[in-house]
């Protein structure tokens, strides 16, 4: 696939890259995307949550009333998950949710994702990026010009670029990654990926 290179005014520099075919034009394999996807938000979870059971209340563990013979149904201590302030009958406690995910499947899935975006026309090349000092404007005047300010965007570049990533910062809508570490999940969470133009090589190699 074949695409222009933009200039930061919205206008076409007369350049054009090739996407590789084998990255950007492969058939998507929708059931990998969803083990990807569901391995990602699996392993952003803190798992802190906790809660206690019976076991771990403090309180008296005297019998409140005979078993028997009152008519009401039977409990034990004030602890009872019964009574308010009592202990939780299986609450969560802290566990891991991560799971392992073969790197194969992985990169199926990130390939699916480009995919996705080059068949329906989401992905912008944009020529490189380089601020002399970090500004917000600098930024949402190239979003404005390439007509993407209300829409999710991930920008992908080369490498690390402290005052590009700090003139997104408060962009909502708009989200940063290195070439290298491009994700299903970001990739399909925006709805349009500007992709600087030496950032291509960077993920042909990631496949390699």
């Known amino acids: 696939m074949e695409l222009t290179v933009y200039?930061?005014?919205?206008?076409?520099?007369?350049r054009t890259v090739v996407l590789d075919d084998a990255i950007f034009g492969i058939e998507p394999?929708?059931?990998?995307?969803?083990?990807?996807?569901?391995?990602?938000?699996?392993?952003?979870r803190q798992g802190t949550h906790s809660s206690k059971e019976r076991s771990m209340i403090s309180g008296s563990t005297r019998k409140l009333k005979k078993q028997k013979g009152s008519g009401a149904a039977r409990f034990g201590d004030i602890k009872s998950p019964l009574f308010r302030g009592g202990g939780r009958v299986f609450g969560p406690q802290p566990r891991d949710y991560s799971f392992k995910l073969n790197k194969k499947v992985k990169s199926l899935a990130r390939k699916s994702a480009l995919t996705y975006k080059a068949l329906n026309n989401?992905?912008?090349?944009?020529?490189?990026l380089n601020f002399d000092t970090?500004?917000?404007?600098?930024?949402?005047?190239i979003l404005q010009n390439l007509e993407l300010n209300s829409k999710k965007t991930l920008l992908i570049l080369p490498?690390?670029?402290?005052?590009?990533v700090l003139?997104?910062?408060?962009?909502?809508e708009v989200?940063?990654?290195?070439?290298?570490?491009?994700?299903?999940?970001?990739?399909?969470?925006a709805n349009t990926m500007l992709i600087c133009e030496s950032s291509i090589p960077g993920i042909d190699e990631m496949f390699a």
């Open 7 to 14: 200039n930061k005014e919205g206008k076409t520099t007369g």
């Open 29 to 44: 394999n929708d059931h990998a995307i969803y083990l990807d996807v569901k391995n990602i938000m699996a392993n952003r």
């Open 175 to 189: 989200g940063v990654l290195n070439a290298a570490s491009i994700n299903t999940y970001d990739i399909l969470n």
């Open 159 to 164: 490498e690390t670029n402290a005052n590009v």
């Open 167 to 172: 003139s997104t910062r408060n962009l909502r």
């Open 134 to 141: 970090p500004k917000t404007k600098n930024f949402k005047n």
């Open 122 to 128: 989401q992905i912008i090349v944009l020529e490189d």
